[in-house]
């Protein structure tokens, strides 16, 4: 069971004291306090406010294709994949709304898709170039690129398979010459989302043996095999229902069950040098994201998935649901839970009502 520390104060319980006034009795035990005094005019919720949102908390995922344009995803309405084109002027719409970061997904051209996922080691794939382009247009924008091989296989496991096992250590080889390739890019953070063992230390070191010590790392420390990543699937596949959108990934990644196993795998990574570490999916995790930033008091994020956009785009686009009040509730939930920033699909639109409001 999760082990809470006890509150500071007690909750009252007591029975009402015989001395307080009669006009008072329907407040119970306490009737000299009022909690909605606090609450009773917009200053005063503004004053009081524990937390806040700024769009220097968001991280914009980005999905991009190799055809310029842009191309809706069918179970994430309102994101397209984009072109190169596209891509660098909604980066800089981006940066002008204050988003300081930016994280690059490739949807691969199904004909290169191997087995072994060779393509994310050619330095002119489409995550290479797109980082490129963004880094020439933007220098200061952070870019950041995941390590992992499902864009590229053509099962879509995030690792090489022998005998239908998904092998660690030649995975990780293989990871740290991706990791190598986008830092020659101009990738800034390198974000390891395979969830192999040892992959944190080894990006290190080959970062480090490249001449590359300042590109960061943020690992996918906690990431639980879920059902939520189901739209991401369908927006990096050539094919809309691929083989590869259901893959079973419980051989590597973690069982939604487990939150004391997520410190352990937070510890592994900051011990072998991961600089910030990320929880994901978000809202049904809320509470490892609680507890990593307890326990460690590292940079964390928390990475609200592409199922987690979908539910609340598919709810507001049925009318079920404002879209954007319970936009800005759940990633003010996040800041809440103590991350320190969320790589969400609405960073963007989240911006333009931060800048607005
Ligand atoms: C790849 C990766 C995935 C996501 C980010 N990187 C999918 C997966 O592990 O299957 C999911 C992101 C999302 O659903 O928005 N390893």
Request: include cysteine; charge should be negative; charged fraction near 25%.
């Amino acid at each position: 069971m999760t082990k809470r520390a006890p509150l500071p104060y007690a909750i009252p319980t007591r029975a009402r004291p015989a001395e307080a006034p009669k006009a008072f009795d329907s407040l119970g035990a306490y009737p000299r306090i009022r909690m909605r005094r606090n609450r009773a005019d917009a200053w005063n919720r503004a004053l009081v406010a524990e937390h806040r949102l700024s769009a220097s908390d968001l991280i914009w995922p980005v999905f991009l294709q190799e055809e310029d344009g842009c191309f809706p995803i069918p179970s994430m309405p309102g994101v397209d994949r984009l072109g190169l084109g596209p891509l660098v002027d909604a980066v800089g719409e981006a940066r002008a709304l204050g988003i300081p970061a930016v994280a690059l997904f490739p949807a691969t051209q199904i004909e290169r898709k191997t087995e072994d996922g060779d393509e994310a080691l050619n330095p002119d794939n489409l995550v290479c170039q797109a980082v490129r382009a963004v880094k020439k247009a933007f220098p200061d924008i952070g870019v950041m690129c995941d390590v992992a091989l499902d864009p590229y296989t053509s099962h879509g496991h995030d690792g090489l398979v022998r005998d239908g096992v998904i092998v660690n250590d030649e995975t990780v080889a293989v990871l740290c010459r991706q990791a190598v390739l986008q830092a020659e890019a101009g990738c800034d953070i390198i974000s390891p989302s395979d969830m192999m063992d040892g992959r944190v230390g080894a990006i290190r070191d080959a970062l480090d043996r490249a001449g590359f010590a300042q590109v960061r790392i943020m690992s996918y420390a906690a990431k639980y095999a879920s059902a939520f990543y189901g739209p991401f699937r369908d927006a990096i596949g050539a094919v809309s229902n691929s083989p590869g959108n259901k893959r079973d990934k419980r051989t590597y990644q973690m069982d939604p069950a487990n939150a004391d196993e997520a410190l352990r795998e937070v510890a592994l990574d900051l011990a072998e040098g991961a600089d910030m570490v990320m929880v994901k999916p978000g809202l049904p995790y809320l509470d490892v994201v609680s507890r990593v930033k307890d326990a460690f008091g590292v940079p964390t994020f928390a990475y609200m998935v592409s199922g987690e956009y979908a539910m609340i785009k598919g709810a507001a686009l049925n009318g079920w649901l404002d879209g954007e009040a319970a936009m800005m509730e759940a990633l003010l939930g996040f800041k809440r839970a103590g991350a320190d920033g969320v790589l969400t699909y609405f960073a963007v639109d989240a911006a333009k009502v931060l800048k607005r409001d």
